[in-house]
């Protein structure tokens, strides 16, 4: 079985910072991309950042600037969002999107379950 979990959402006030840590686990035989979505309420799902395995990134424009989206050699198959300077309305519910080809050699779209970010004060 092949998934990705997301974990490090939460509650935080305007102008404040939380990271988000998304893992993909199981049957990978390699990672094409890896990427950030979320959906605000009431509105489609978005992309927010994307990192290929080449290392290329992609933004959205509304957060250039203030997301980064990482991964470290030390960690496999897991990538980071550092988000600073957060406003509300980037509170949405945040989505790990992982695409993947198999030992088996399934190329696989995976979502996570997705992690709540509210910005608040």
């Known amino acids: 079985q092949v998934q990705v979990v997301e974990s490090g959402g939460g509650l935080v006030q305007p102008g404040g910072s939380l990271r988000l840590s998304c893992a993909a686990s199981?049957?990978?035989?390699?990672?094409?991309?890896m990427g950030w979505y979320r959906q605000p309420p009431g509105k489609q799902r978005e992309l927010v950042a994307r990192l290929t395995s080449g290392g290329s990134t992609n933004y959205a424009d509304s957060v250039k600037g203030r997301f980064t989206i990482s991964r470290t050699n030390a960690v496999k198959n897991t990538v980071y969002l550092q988000m600073n300077s957060l406003r509300p309305e980037d509170t949405a519910v945040y989505y790990c999107?992982?695409?993947?080809?198999?030992?088996?050699?399934?190329?696989?779209?995976?979502w996570g379950q997705g992690t709540q970010v509210t910005v608040s004060s």
């Open positions: 999107n992982a695409k993947v080809m198999t030992y088996s050699r399934n190329s696989l779209s995976l």
């Open positions: 199981g049957s990978i035989f390699s990672i094409n991309e």
